[in-house]
């Protein structure tokens, strides 16, 4: 019992001292920030946002700094606001409207899946598991890489394991969707007829993955801009947080990931310096810089950023370049 005692007591006393730095900082009202846009050549696209979670800054003292407070905010040339965050992903089962004993026999479980959800569409890209059983016996698609698309009432389930095997001559780093196009290694879905197609001519081909993004590497896109003609005059300071690839741009998000404050002023309250970030638009093709805007943010840090279409009521999607059939294009 007293060991019991104890451990309790030094739990209490571990959160007391990893909470101790947000002690005293209430949650300001609003996200306080300024705004400059210092690059126009191309406007950032007005349905296409940043989703963050936000903290506030911490003293930097205790074992673990805490955040004194947090809030979810998507960043967008439009602003800083406040947002709910983005809808969790729908399972293969739900969005193929299957009972649990036809899930169960056809699929079993996945090893890997991917889910979007387009104002027209839903799609999840996905494998299922090559040892997947129901009642001793293989899962009718055991082992296959699959889309399945729900548009409306209508439910598609189209095979792809071919193309994705086929290690055609003709390939492409690009992964999403450009218009009608869902767009893979070796072969793209179509949205409209439903089917899955090898690359056979160039044409075919999407935009490549920028060299210095093909790889999820963020220190060598820091690097790019860091040493860029233009971006050199501001981004000394900042690093990349985000970064998403449409077409034939690449949108980054730089920042300072300001995290603590420093002391307080005469009349007690925190210092802070604030946080800087850069929202940045790069043509992939030229490596020119066509968009470029500052916020300050007052009061809170992002701690990561996702980039979302953003739809008229205001619900996060995944991002895609717009094609003339698709909602709200121009």
């Not at 075919?204 to 093909?214: D, G, I, Q, R, S």
């Not at 920042?255 to 790069?282: C, H, K, P, Q, W």
Request: aromatic fraction near 10%.
């Amino acid at each position: 019992m007293k060991r019991i005692l104890c451990a309790m007591m030094l739990t209490v006393c571990l959160l007391s001292v990893l909470c101790l730095s947000g002690c005293g900082q209430n949650k300001p009202d609003g996200i306080n920030h300024t705004s400059e846009i210092l690059i126009n050549e191309e406007a950032f696209p007005s349905d296409l946002v940043w989703f963050s979670h936000l903290s506030g800054p911490s003293s930097g003292t205790g074992i673990l700094p805490v955040s004194p407070y947090r809030t979810d905010a998507t960043v967008g040339a439009n602003g800083i606001c406040e947002a709910r965050v983005p809808q969790t992903e729908k399972k293969l089962q739900d969005l193929l409207g299957m009972n649990d004993e036809t899930y169960a026999r056809d699929f079993g479980s996945l090893s890997w899946h991917k889910y979007c959800k387009y104002e027209d569409t839903e799609l999840i890209y996905f494998q299922v598991d090559e040892n997947a059983e129901n009642n001793g016996q293989p899962v009718t698609h055991a082992g296959k890489r699959m889309i399945a698309e729900r548009c409306g009432d209508a439910v598609y389930i189209t095979d792809i394991t071919d193309i994705v095997q086929s290690s055609g001559e003709l390939s492409t780093s690009y992964d999403g969707r450009i218009g009608s196009k869902y767009y893979l290694e070796y072969g793209y879905y179509d949205l409209n007829t439903h089917e899955a197609k090898v690359y056979t001519q160039e044409s075919e081909l999407p935009p490549a993955k920028h060299e210095a993004y093909v790889v999820y590497d963020y220190s060598r896109l820091n690097f790019l801009l860091k040493e860029h003609e233009i971006g050199s005059a501001y981004f000394e300071d900042v690093d990349c947080v985000g970064v998403c690839q449409l077409g034939n741009r690449l949108y980054v998000v730089m920042a300072s990931r300001n995290r603590y404050r420093e002391g307080t002023d005469e009349n007690g309250n925190f210092i802070y310096e604030g946080e800087d970030v850069y929202l940045v638009t790069l043509n992939t093709e030229t490596d020119e810089i066509l968009y470029l805007q500052k916020y300050h943010l007052t009061d809170y840090f992002g701690d990561s950023y996702r980039l979302f279409q953003q739809s008229s009521d205001g619900e996060l999607l995944a991002p895609m370049v717009k094609g003339p059939d698709q909602p709200g294009t121009p």
